[in-house]
């Protein structure tokens, strides 16, 4: 995780930046803060990447990598201004003993890739940010199987902004952010799967983090947590409102490492 030192709306790459809505930076270290204590109340361990100044995106760390296997595979950005974040990241991976695999196309890390261990699968996104040539070359540096979705809503330009793993096999998801033929792979694959509606798509209730039984989610989703305890699952709710207005909420703001 990056604390949201130098975190600010300063430009507009995503459909809920606005640069002219005020942003409460300390409200959003707070709220940070919250999240990071939530994890270690529920037996996580945390660690922190050091934030630098110029570069107000670096809170959403989960962009800048996808690490499954103790193998670290690199962001490239499509933004220009979040591109110098892939080499803070980079840097971290190297020299905290991951092994590291250098991007030759643009992707966000886990903005849009996850994995499912009890599948062997790494579900990826594409259509808005990662180029769909970083799937296969993802499939090359992990040698495992990528199941490739193309989201088609500008506000879901993420993966991870539409579709979450709640547990080794099963994902929760909002079928409307995916083209058609994606959402009936989903539909095959996941026919158990916890299905999200607009409304808990726009709280950014699908930007959640799961340890399996906890699932650490945007408070204002307040929907999503009920599907979520009704599938058997413990929603932790945290408020990450200053967070939203940059496009992310828990997940992005949350990197796994995968050992
Ligand atoms: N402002 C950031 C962007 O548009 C938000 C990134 C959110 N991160 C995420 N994993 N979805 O790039």
């Known amino acids: 995780m990056c604390r949201p030192a130098y975190y600010a709306v300063e ?25 990071a204590d939530i994890y270690t109340g529920l037996g996580h361990e945390v ?15 989960a962009n ?3 690490v499954v296997d103790g193998i670290a595979y690199g962001a490239s950005f499509r933004h220009p201004e ?7 990241h980079e840097k971290w991976y190297r020299t905290s003993g991951w092994a590291f695999a250098e991007p030759e196309h643009i992707n966000e890390g886990e ?4 994995y499912l261990p009890g599948r062997g699968l790494i579900l990826a996104g594409w259509g808005f940010r990662t180029d769909a040539r970083a799937h296969a070359e993802a499939a090359d540096v992990f040698g495992r199987q990528v199941v490739s979705l193309r989201l088609v809503d500008p ?38 799967a916890v299905i999200a509606d607009a409304e808990d798509a726009a709280g950014f209730g699908l930007n959640f983090v799961s340890d399996g039984r906890n699932v650490v989610v945007n408070a204002e ?8 305890r009704d599938a058997g699952y ?20 949350t990197a796994e490492l995968r050992r």
């Open 234 to 253: 413990e929603p932790v709710p945290v408020d990450l409102s200053e967070l939203k207005k940059g496009g992310g909420s828990v997940k992005c703001c």
């Open 11 to 35: 430009y507009a790459i995503n459909p809920w930046m606005d640069t002219t809505a005020p942003v409460d930076a300390a409200l959003a270290c707070a709220q940070w803060e919250e999240l």
């Open 64 to 66: 800048g990598a996808f």
């Open 155 to 192: 506000r879901y330009y993420h993966l991870d902004t539409a579709l979450a793993p709640l547990d080794d096999d099963n994902i929760a998801y909002f079928p409307e952010a995916f083209a058609p033929g994606s959402r009936l792979l989903l539909e095959r694959l996941f026919p158990d």
């Open 82 to 88: 979040r591109r110098p974040e892939a080499d803070a």
């Open 111 to 114: 903005g849009d890739f996850t």
């Open 47 to 61: 660690l922190r990447l050091e934030p630098e100044p110029g570069l107000p995106d670096m809170v959403y760390a």
């Open 221 to 228: 989703a307040e929907g999503m947590a009920r599907k979520l």
